[in-house]
């Protein structure tokens, strides 16, 4: 079983930036995918991001293309989600995941980290 969990949101300006951090509770096969969605407030959760584990290929959503950057760093057990240029509506829970690959759902979830984008 593989916990995960986030920290880094808070509260920022438009235009600010955060990084959100995600650990995993015991180490992650290198061939894990993780991936970062959110939830705001009366919507469905909404895929952001995703690296995969095999040859580290990154995918984004539209919204945040250019602006955000998903990394992991496998010896530390943690995925990142640098996020810039921050808008008003990016504010929302966001969430962490892995999945075994591709072809399998996320099925591991963190608890959420709020980030509120003031404007």
């Known amino acids: 079983q593989v916990q995960l969990i986030e920290s880094g949101g808070g509260l920022v300006q438009a235009g600010g930036s955060l990084t959100l951090s995600c650990l995993a509770s015991?180490?992650?096969?290198?061939?894990?995918?993780m991936g970062w969605f959110r939830q705001a407030p009366g919507t469905e959760r909404e895929f952001l991001a995703d690296?995969?584990?095999?040859?580290?290929?990154?995918y984004y959503a539209d919204s945040v293309k250019g602006r955000f950057t998903i990394s992991r760093d496998n010896a530390k057990n943690t995925a990142y989600l640098q996020m810039n240029n921050l808008k008003p509506e990016d504010t929302a829970v966001y969430y962490c995941?892995?999945?075994?690959?591709?072809?399998?759902?996320?099925?591991?979830w963190g608890q959420g980290t709020q980030v509120t984008v003031s404007s």
């Open positions: 995941a892995a999945r075994y690959s591709s072809r399998t759902p996320y099925v591991y």
């Open positions: 690296i995969r584990g095999n040859g580290g290929s990154t």
């Open positions: 015991e180490r992650t096969r290198s061939n894990y995918d």
